[in-house]
Nanobody, 121 residues
């Protein structure tokens, strides 16, 4: 059974940093692109960042570009999101998600349960 487990969420002050991790199991992690998607209270899901299967290409939303960095370690079946210069508007539940090569844009095969990030001003 495929499983994604996020960790690293916390409450921090604006300007602070956090590193989220997502540990994968039950599927061939190195064959999947991995993404981070967040959902703020009362809002819909917002795509944050994606890394391709071998880690050679990354993509990020304009709202986080220059502040957040996605990376992965295929030997550890783990994807990371390094978040710097956090802002109150970054407050959300952060989910990691996996996409196979046949998935369309914005389509995900597996989801984690999320980790809460709260940024206070």
């Amino acid at each position: 059974e495929a499983q994604l487990v996020e960790s690293g969420g916390d409450s921090v002050q604006a300007g602070g940093s956090l590193r989220l991790s997502c540990a994968a199991s039950g599927f061939t992690f190195s064959s999947y692109a991995m993404s981070w998607v967040r959902q703020a209270p009362g809002k819909g899901p917002e795509w944050v960042s994606t890394i391709n299967s071998d880690g050679g290409r990354t993509y990020s939303a304009g709202s986080v570009k220059g502040r957040f960095t996605i990376s992965r370690d295929n030997a550890k079946n783990t994807v990371y999101l390094e978040m710097n210069s956090l802002k109150p508007e970054d407050t959300a539940v952060y989910y990691c998600a996996a996409s196979s090569a046949t998935s369309g844009t914005g389509e995900y095969d597996y989801w984690g349960h999320g980790t809460q990030v709260t940024v206070s001003s």
